[in-house]
């Protein structure tokens, strides 16, 4: 098994010196210098507009971006980096998604009560504004969903199912492969929120056999503001973009226009350049690693947490055990709020959880019962065994003067 050098991997992130103990990655992952190095570069080096002029900085500037676009497509198994369409975030990508596929009152999406707002808001405004019927598929208390209760809701109405890949709360992954098939022989199709799998895991469009895959690059050591829609080619041609504007048209008359092919129809107006240019990085650095290095070693961490807050008097675990999820672990300590339990851990050990809802109210209210939410750990390349052993140690002392 490929592994990599956590110490050496540390170096790579220079707010790793404040001492901190970061166990948020689910929210926003940390950043390598190398991913700061390459925008830099771009601001004091390249800095132009793209695709619109012909001197050097502007065609430098768009050789580098269409080169991320190369980068993440060959990152996800895409076909064609024509299938890669460049979003601020995860949410946008989802919002661009329900808008573009003109859904209404004769079509039916499906999707679950596991999920991120962002992949469970843009269709209840979808029922809102066009009537569209939204069902939603339960998971178990541990996060499982089960494909036979997709065959039960999935119709020929049902015109798009939309699924996290993994949970942001329990770390459980979704049989995707399965909830495709099911769905294509519907003859709906499959949006899938990679929020959550993409930067932790091995991630290929093909194998799932998904349409769309929506993830951000703040999450996977990329910058704010990036963020990718994959569309499946055959459905590139038939989404009809959100924004129109500069970029995506490719004739204008008083007759009217003419939509470019291919992702620029859906990228109107200046797009993040620093910040596309940073995801490439990212990706590069996330590659220089190895996929399946970073998914064992945040397995190997998680699997540390879970043994040793189970065995803490009046801790509640919540999620299946190690081998069925990733990284991510959700609790509680009896007696005690979760936002005061993460409180007392940033001021006791400098440890940076999540504590609350984690924007997925139906799964913590309803599944987990949890009213005030869960204090949420989540770990990254760059997280350790021993950081592992200060947090187990500073939740006994907590759990022990509860
Ligand atoms: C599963 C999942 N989906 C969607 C999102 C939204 O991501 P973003 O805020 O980058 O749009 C998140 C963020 O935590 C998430 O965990």
């Known amino acids: 098994m490929e592994m990599f050098d956590v110490q ?18 689910a929210a926003s992952s940390l ?31 768009s050789e580098e971006y269409e080169a991320a676009r190369k ?73 499982f969903l089960d494909p036979a209760d997709f065959e039960r809701v999935i119709d020929d109405r049902t ?4 699924v996290a890949h993994v949970s942001n709360v329990l770390g459980t992954i979704t049989p995707v492969r399965e909830i495709a098939e099911i769905a294509h022989e519907h003859g709906a199709l499959i949006l899938v929120d990679g929020a959550q799998s993409v930067p932790h895991m091995k991630v290929n469009v093909r194998e799932l056999g998904c349409d769309l895959l929506a993830f951000s690059g703040h999450k996977m050591c990329g910058p704010t503001g990036s963020g990718v829609l994959y569309v499946s080619r055959s459905l590139l041609g038939k989404l009809d973009p959100l924004y129109l504007g500069g970029g995506t048209v490719e004739l204008v008359d008083l007759n009217g226009y003419r939509l470019l092919e291919g992702p620029a ?6 797009p993040a350049i620093g910040e596309v240019i940073g995801l490439k990085a990212a990706v590069k650095y996330l590659e220089s690693l190895g996929m399946n290095a970073i998914e064992q070693h945040e397995k190997m961490l998680s699997k540390k947490v879970y043994e040793g807050l189970s065995q803490v008097d009046k801790v509640e675990v919540y999620g299946p ?21 993460a409180l007392i851990l940033d001021s006791m050990a400098k440890i940076a959880v999540r504590s609350g809802m984690h924007c997925a109210q139906p799964l913590v209210r309803s599944i987990l019962g949890r009213q005030q939410g869960t204090v949420r750990l989540s770990p990254y390349l760059y997280n350790t ?3 592992v052993e200060k947090f187990l140690a500073a939740i006994e002392q907590i759990a022990g003067s509860a």
């Open 71 to 143: 980068e993440v497509a060959s990152f996800i198994g895409a076909r064609s980096p024509d299938e890669i369409v460049f979003v601020k975030n995860t949410t946008e990508g989802i919002n661009l998604a329900a808008h573009s596929l003109k859904l209404g009152k004769e079509d039916k999406v499906v999707t679950t009560l596991l999920e991120h707002h962002s992949n469970l808001l843009p269709w209840l405004r979808c029922s809102e504004r066009y009537g569209v019927k939204v069902e939603m598929v339960k998971p178990s208390r541990e996060g």
């Open 321 to 341: 055990e190690p081998k069925f999820k990733l990284g991510v672990t959700s609790f509680n300590v009896e007696g005690l709020s979760p936002h005061d339990v």
């Open 8 to 25: 050496k991997v540390r170096e790579d992130f220079p707010l790793l010196n404040t001492g901190v103990i970061y166990f948020d990655s």
């Open 159 to 162: 015109r798009l199912v939309a």
């Open 265 to 270: 129809k859906f990228e109107a107006g200046t």
């Open 31 to 61: 950043t390598p210098k190398t991913v700061i190095d390459r925008m830099l570069e771009y601001y004091l080096e390249y800095r132009a507009n793209i695709e619109r002029g012909l001197y050097r900085l502007s065609q430098r500037a």
């Open 385 to 387: 065994v021993e950081e």
